[in-house]
């Protein structure tokens, strides 16, 4: 059994009120789910106030609270410990509950506004090629070596992080690849966590809504450096500005990685085709399956990171030519008609630009680009024009549509998307707010040779419309829809 004193170690408490040795049941951060001798943590968050919920807490069994303002009255019999931040407080209590899980495996982050999912997932796979048990937390799914889990989020609530670790601890995994969110950062998520690396992809527009300006946004992202002990490495892309800036106060072992720059590690791109990339690494040659400039850096970010883990660079090319993209990254389709259909993932202004510049450097000119894609709702409205303007000028068509409108009008948004286009591309442009509808008038409109890249949603199988998710996904409905026009 553990006392609340056990998980509160290395926790700064500003008061504390009430017994410490009291034996604990479990922790939890939302009152709905405390039972008795639960401890429960009060949050501030960005809709409601946990601290509001302490009285529902303590009225369903809880034995102790966690709070960053202590309720003017308290209950006899209650321990009520007062800190700075119960987020990090809640991070580091998780850490001890779970009994510091990630001492016991290689963890590694990888941070940045595009290719996390990607990075990480290629990293597991990567290791598990290389006969390790490897663990995943990534936006797609969580895997504990074999074992599959759902995820509703790209870096989850530190309680949901530990657990995990400590169930690949106790499956004897060796290494573990995360994506660590800005909001991952920012709500301490990854507070107290033990990590051996940090890699930065790059850092563009996103989550403008969240983080107030882009400068908040990037020093959230160069916390996580600045926090790395000494004993980790820092990776990252300095042909991206802010690549420098990441490494500025960390006491991290800095490397770099660069196409076009000046780095320790280099890559070079010899050939780019619609099957895969011929790299240049450092001085050796690697075929891999993976499309777009995009993934050269994606690549070379694994290779690197291998080499800091101690893999062998042979076997590393040997496996890096093996691997397999992730789903809905540049994931692709034939139909017999011969009409390619690209679902990509690519959901701001810089993955949408490279993603489309890929597809036009391996397009000849007879071919048509169609684009179908929106933004989500209740996310950066900034970027909505910025992505109308790019799909616009790099496409030969564009359909607009709804990407999870959440609990904003569809038509709105696709309104702020058009708001971008420039007006000799009018032409090109149809608004249809049903997604399904939109990727049909697409496989209509597409004649042999043409490509209809669907973007947004990638692996996602829903489409969240108020509060609710229903069934969607981009890949299965184009196939079908090219298999019946088709017929
Ligand atoms: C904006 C945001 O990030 N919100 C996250 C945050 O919730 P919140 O601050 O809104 O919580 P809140 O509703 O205000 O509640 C505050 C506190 O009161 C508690 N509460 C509330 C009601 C009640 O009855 N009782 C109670 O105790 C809540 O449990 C909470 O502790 O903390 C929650 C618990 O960790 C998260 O689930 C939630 O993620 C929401 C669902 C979300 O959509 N997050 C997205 C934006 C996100 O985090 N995305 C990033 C990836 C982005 C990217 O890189 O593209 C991610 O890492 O997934
Ligand atoms: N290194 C990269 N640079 C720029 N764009 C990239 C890179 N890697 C992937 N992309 C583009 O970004 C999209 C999302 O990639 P990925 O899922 O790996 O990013 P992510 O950082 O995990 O995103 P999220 O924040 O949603 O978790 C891809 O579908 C692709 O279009
Ligand atoms: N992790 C990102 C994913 C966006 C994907 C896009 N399909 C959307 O719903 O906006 C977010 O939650 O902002
Ligand atoms: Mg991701």
Redesign the pocket.
């Known amino acids: 059994m553990m006392t609340l004193k056990d998980i509160l170690y290395k926790v700064t408490l500003n008061a504390v009120v009430g017994n410490t040795s009291v034996s604990i049941n479990n922790i ?7 039972s008795k001798n639960d401890v ?11 601290h ?2 302490i009285d ?2 303590v009225k369903q069994g809880a034995i102790a609270i966690i709070c960053e303002e202590l309720p003017a009255v308290l209950v006899e019999g209650i321990t009520y410990v007062q800190v700075e931040s119960s987020s990090r407080a809640l991070a580091i209590m998780a850490s001890n509950f779970y009994q510091n899980p990630s001492d016991n495996l290689r963890l590694v982050g990888v941070t940045g ?1 595009n290719g ?1 999912t990607t990075i990480a997932s290629l990293l597991y796979q990567l290791f598990k090629k290389a006969g390790f048990k490897v663990g995943l937390l990534s ?1 797609v799914k969580i895997m504990v070596d074999n074992k599959e889990y759902k995820t ?7 309680l ?1 992080i530990n657990k995990y670790l400590k169930e690949m601890s106790d499956e004897g995994v060796a290494f573990c690849f995360m ?1 660590v ?4 950062i ?2 301490n ?1 990854t507070e107290g966590l033990h990590f051996e690396g940090g890699i930065f992809s790059n850092l563009s527009h ?2 403008l809504d ?1 983080h107030d300006t882009f400068a908040e946004y990037r020093d959230v992202k160069k916390s996580f450096f600045d926090k790395l002990p000494a004993s980790a490495f820092a990776l990252v892309n300095v042909d991206d500005k802010n690549g420098l800036v990441m490494l500025q106060n960390t006491k991290a072992k800095k490397h770099t990685y660069a196409l076009k720059g000046y780095a320790d590690y280099r890559a070079q791109i010899l050939e780019n085709q619609l099957n895969g990339l011929l790299l240049k690494i450092n001085e050796s040659e690697v075929w891999t399956k993976l499309i777009g400039n995009f993934n050269a850096y994606n690549v070379l970010a694994i290779y690197a990171t291998a080499e800091l883990l101690g893999l062998e660079k042979v076997e590393t090319l040997r496996i890096i030519s093996e691997l397999e993209s992730v789903a809905g990254r540049f994931q692709y389709l034939i139909s017999n008609g011969k009409i390619t259909a690209i679902i990509d993932y690519a ?2 202004p810089d993955a949408l630009k490279n993603v489309l510049e890929t597809i036009n450097s391996i397009r000849t000119k007879n071919e048509e680009l169609i684009t179908v894609f929106g933004c989500g709702g ?2 950066d409205k900034t970027k909505r024009p910025k992505m109308g303007h790019i799909a616009s000028a790099l496409s030969t068509k564009v359909i607009i549509t709804s990407d999870n409108p959440r609990n904003e009008v569809p038509e709105t948004i696709i309104e702020e998307i058009e708001k971008g286009i420039e007006p000799q591309n009018f032409k090109k442009i149809v608004s249809i707010s049903d997604r399904k509808q939109a990727i049909k008038t697409a496989c209509h409109l597409a004649k042999p040779n043409d490509i209809i890249l669907i973007a947004g949603k990638g692996h996602e199988t829903y489409q969240e419309i108020k509060g609710e998710r229903f069934d969607f996904d981009d890949y299965k409905i184009v196939k079908e829809l090219l298999k019946q026009l088709e017929k």
Request: net charge negative; charged share 20%.
């Open positions: 939890d951060f939302d009152s709905r789910n405390i429960f943590v009060a949050i501030i968050g960005t809709v409601s106030n946990g509001e919920y529902t807490a506004t996390k936006t509703s989020h790209t870096t989850p609530d530190s949901t994506e969110s800005s909001h991952g920012h709500q998520r996103d989550h969240y959901h701001t209740n996310r």
